[in-house]
């Protein structure tokens, strides 16, 4: 089965760049990696996904090794409305024609302070 | 606003009660999950259903049931709850159903029972 591992918090400052990695194994071949942030009460919102190498949109980028056994979540110049908590999502490894799972880590507080 | 709707958007009920927990995709999306967040637990995925079928499933307990209907509205279906069924509810959707998991969250329903 799939497995995610995240930091539980981490800290930065106003326009610092910050870099979230999240270790996952055993993920399905063909899914994407996705990286969600989720402020209190509300529904997680989507941020970035990518397959290999580096993705990169207005928001963050994503680097992914050619394993796929980790992703990185790098925002750059974070500010203080970025501390939320932010999730990677992978999907089990060859699901085929077997229903499959999908697997939120924990989460990684991000909190920035001034 | 995601386009994602959810009703209701907070439940209250008695142990070994049923309830009933809806969502309405965004326009165009195929593709509905369910999740249950609890702070112990973290966000745990349910089940999916594509175009009315079930899709892929997670650790849904037997107690609970989900159905997409061919308007592509999708019902939670929670029985015999628990003081442990305690959580949000939230529902996602996103265009298809293997690879991608760009999904789109709604406001989730916050399920109490006493």
């Known amino acids: 089965l799939a497995k995610t591992t995240q930091p539980i918090s981490m800290d930065s400052y106003e326009g610092q760049e910050v870099n979230i990695t999240c270790s996952h194994n055993?993920?399905?071949?063909?899914?994407?990696i996705t990286w969600y942030q989720q402020f209190p009460s509300q529904g997680p919102r989507f941020i970035i996904q990518?397959?290999?190498t580096k993705v990169t949109n207005e928001v963050a980028s994503l680097f992914i090794p050619a394993d796929r056994k980790s992703s990185t979540l790098s925002l750059p110049r974070v500010s203080l409305s970025d501390t939320a908590v932010y999730y990677c999502?992978?999907?089990?490894?060859?699901?085929?024609?077997?229903?499959?799972?999908?697997?939120f880590g924990r989460g990684t507080q991000l909190t920035v302070w001034p | 606003d995601s386009g994602v709707t959810q009703t209701p958007k907070h439940l209250i009920t008695a142990t070994g009660q049923r309830v009933t927990l809806r969502c309405s995709p965004r326009?165009?999306?195929?593709?509905v999950y369910w999740y249950q967040q609890s702070l112990d637990q973290g966000l745990q995925f349910l089940i999916q259903?594509?175009?009315?079928?079930?899709?892929a499933k997670g650790n849904i307990l037997e107690r609970f049931s989900a159905q997409q209907f061919p308007d592509l509205h999708s019902e939670l279906n929670l029985s015999s709850l628990e003081l442990g069924d305690s959580a949000l509810y939230f529902c996602?959707?996103?265009?298809?159903?293997?690879?991608?998991?760009?999904?789109?969250f709604g406001p989730g329903t916050r399920l109490t029972v006493t």
């Open positions: 326009s165009g999306d195929l593709s």
């Open positions: 259903y594509y175009n009315g079928e079930e899709r």
């Open positions: 055993n993920i399905a071949t063909n899914d994407y």
């Open positions: 990518g397959y290999k």
């Open positions: 999502l992978v999907g089990d490894k060859d699901r085929g024609s077997t229903l499959g799972r999908l697997y």
């Open positions: 996602a959707s996103s265009v298809g159903y293997t690879g991608s998991y760009e999904q789109y």
